[in-house]
Structures are given as structure tokens and as C-alpha cells.
């Protein structure tokens, strides 16, 4: 068993006026010294068995073909420990 | 001669369904209803994949609706010269589905936006504009929260080149790069918009003009003339 995470982020070039509003509102809250946010998505994917080579490969391809349009986004892969 | 029949296509969450048969009908045509969970498209001429808010939108629009049963049949068909047209909802499918190059994005402004919205159509050689004439300029409703196109600079070169954005927005409402509010494939045959055509074929319902009526009368000229 084996939980692996998958972080999908608009590829910087895109705008993503989510990330925007959020800048500015933290100011309004109070909170300084931020220069600027971006929005993602986090997936945690459990497995039923290890983090292995091909699970990974696997993994990639869930990320490739559903869980980011690589159109417009990057996507991370990573094992929880 | 029978009828030409064209497919409306309803997904979980499509909303646009019943006005878009409508439209088929109006023109002439017979609206033919396929379902999203079967895999057959019924012998249709052609497609119309509507608006809504398909899977509730959830992971990104059209994003589910792309692998459902229908579109297995649906994709190698308009790969294969099917006329299809998306709107809204059904552009953001087929951005997803990868028969239209680029993605939808959330508006610049974050605001979702329903107003009546001036277009010009850039081009008559597509399957579903050919009843207009390049460079005329059109009112059509428009009702997003995510109709930002965006295409890396490569594709959108591309576009511009080959003559495939077909409707322009008259002031940009959601910051669409190039002002573009809808695209064509390679052939002409696949057309995706943001705005809502099939809201604007009957004085009737009080849309801001019957507008749209273009799209379904050239689909059914081409479809009658085959």
C-alpha cells in the first residue's frame, strides 16, 4: 500500500486570475510581504500495492491522459512517505 | 428524401439540450437524441454538442464528459469527416477531446458572465458557417464562467494563418487571446464557440436575434446537397 500524490499547476504562462484574487486579497487580511499566488490541484492517489516503477508509470499516465490537460498544465508526481 | 438527422448529444448535467434540437428542427432538419452512456450515434449526419454544465464540470470542464461511452464512437467519427458543432460546454468537449487544438479557461475577470454578445465570423469555410459571409458581424447570448481560449503561440500562429477562427468577439468579455470566440479543425468540419447560437433562432423567446439560425441552415444545405 502506498500513497502517491499528483500536483497539477496552470503552466506559467496561462493567467490564472484565481491566483490573482487570492493576491489580493491577503493584503486586505492583513497579511504582507506576498508577491504572488498561483492556484493548483493536489490528487492523492492510494494504491494497492507498492510505489513501484511500473505504478509510477501508471500514475503518469493517469496524469497525462485525466487528471491534467497538459494543454495548459504541468503536473508532479511524488510518493508519500 | 428522408430527412437529414442531426445527433444532439446530453450528458449528465447538459443543460442546452432541448434548445438545440429545437434549432435542428427549426431548420429542417430531424433532431436525432443520443445519450452519453450508449455507444451508438444512431446513423447521424451530423453532431451538436450543447452547453451545460456536463459532470457538474468537476475536474475540469468537459474534462469527464470526453471519455464517456458516446465519445468513443463520436472522436474517430469527426476524425473521419463527421460535421460537429460545440457549444460552450460542448467547445470546452472538444478542446478536451483534442478535435479542436487550445482550452477554455476561467474569464479573466472570474465573473461569469450572460449578456448578448456582437461576433464577427471570420469565415464561411467551415460545414456550419457557410450561410454567412466572412467579416459579418452577428449578435449571439453568451453564458460562461470559463470561455477564456487560450493556445500556446505556435497553435494560435496557426490558426490565424489557415483561416480557422471562425467567430471573433466585438469586445473581448473574457479575455479569449487573439478575441477569439470560436475555432475550427483542419477540415472545416468540427466548429466549437463559446456563444450560444441555439438561443438565438426564434424572435418568440426574446433572444437579441435569430442570429444563429446561420449555423443550422448551412449544416442542413450541406447535409441535403451530400
Known sequence: MARVIVDVMLKPEILDPQGQAIARALPRLGFSGVTGVRQGKRFELELDGPADEAALSDVRKMAETLLANTVIEDFSIRVED | ?226
Not at chain 2, 437529414?4 to 437524441?33: C, E, I, Y
Not at chain 2, 473521419?80 to 460542448?90: E, M, R
Not at chain 2, 500556446?152 to 487571446?177: I, K
Open chain 2, 1 to 226: 428524401m428522408s430527412a437529414a438527422r442531426v445527433g444532439v448529444v446530453t450528458f449528465p448535467g447538459t443543460l442546452d439540450d432541448q434548445d438545440a434540437a429545437r434549432a435542428v428542427r427549426l431548420a429542417g432538419a430531424l433532431a436525432v437524441p443520443l445519450w452519453h452512456a450508449d455507444h451508438d450515434l444512431k446513423g447521424v449526419d451530423a453532431v451538436f454538442l450543447p452547453g451545460g454544465f456536463s459532470y457538474g464540470d468537476y475536474l475540469r470542464c468537459g474534462a469527464i464528459s470526453r471519455f464517456a461511452p458516446l465519445m468513443g464512437e463520436l472522436i474517430p467519427a469527426a476524425r473521419a469527416g463527421l460535421p460537429v458543432l460545440g457549444t460552450c460546454n460542448g467547445f470546452q468537449i472538444l478542446c478536451e477531446a483534442h478535435l479542436l487544438p487550445g482550452a477554455l479557461t476561467r474569464n479573466e475577470g472570474l465573473h461569469y458572465i450572460c449578456r448578448d454578445q456582437r461576433l464577427r465570423v471570420e469565415t464561411a469555410a467551415t460545414a456550419w458557417t457557410t450561410e454567412f459571409a466572412a467579416g459579418q458581424e452577428i449578435v449571439l447570448p453568451i453564458k460562461h464562467g470559463e470561455g477564456r481560449y487560450v493556445a500556446d503561440a505556435a497553435t494560435l500562429e496557426e490558426l490565424e494563418r489557415e483561416g480557422r477562427v471562425v467567430f471573433r468577439y466585438l469586445g473581448n468579455p473574457n479575455g479569449s487571446l487573439n478575441d477569439i470566440a470560436g475555432i475550427t479543425n483542419e477540415s472545416g468540419t468540427v466548429v466549437g464557440l463559446m456563444p450560444h447560437p441555439e438561443h438565438a433562432v426564434e424572435d418568440l423567446t426574446g433572444a437579441p436575434s435569430v442570429d444563429g439560425r446561420g449555423l443550422f441552415t448551412s449544416i442542413l444545405k450541406r447535409l441535403v446537397n451530400a
